[in-house]
């Protein structure tokens, strides 16, 4: 254990380390795999949503989301990464991704409102490493992600907090903002 680090903290350090090194595993597996490519895909992807479940399982939403912000944040990219492996037709692709990215959007709204810098930075950086490696391949699944990323803090930017909150924006300069964005983003 590093010096000041607690228990709880090791703990969760190790196993973000773990599920680190299982979806590397996974791409490896995937890239050397024998299958054709959508039986290896289709296979990768169940594999994926296990690994992703039970690590994620680790840990109580309501008790402390940060843990699983790290969780989300590594899958995200690693799946970014072996993302140029998998088929096209595999329909499992874009779902999986899509399914990823909006579980994620929705811990976001349960964060709390300072997340701690590195926690943060680290989820600024993966994302929009993320979101251009899943670019080349034509994906836009991480738009929203892509865009929570750019704030200094999910609830930094007025427009998304009240959006998020559910409740109306302040100003029609908010959406005006939001839009461009989101223009930028995907375009």
Known sequence: MAEGETER????RKAIEELRERF???TTVLKESSQSPLEASLHFCQEFCQVLVEHAGRWKTDEDPLPLLEVYTVAILSF???ASCLSSECENVPL???KLAL???ELLLLLPQHVPGALWEEFQSSMKLAHSLLQESGSTQLCLLSVLAQ???VW???TLSSILSNENPQTEQGWF???VYWFEDTH
Do not use: I, R, V
């Open 9 to 12: 903290e090791y703990d969760t």
């Open 177 to 179: 903002s939001l839009d």
């Open 151 to 153: 704030q200094d803090g």
């Open 156 to 158: 930094s930017n007025t």
């Open 96 to 98: 999986l991704l899509e």
């Open 103 to 105: 579980s994620c959007a």
């Open 80 to 82: 970014a990464k072996a």
């Open 24 to 26: 590397q595993g996974l």
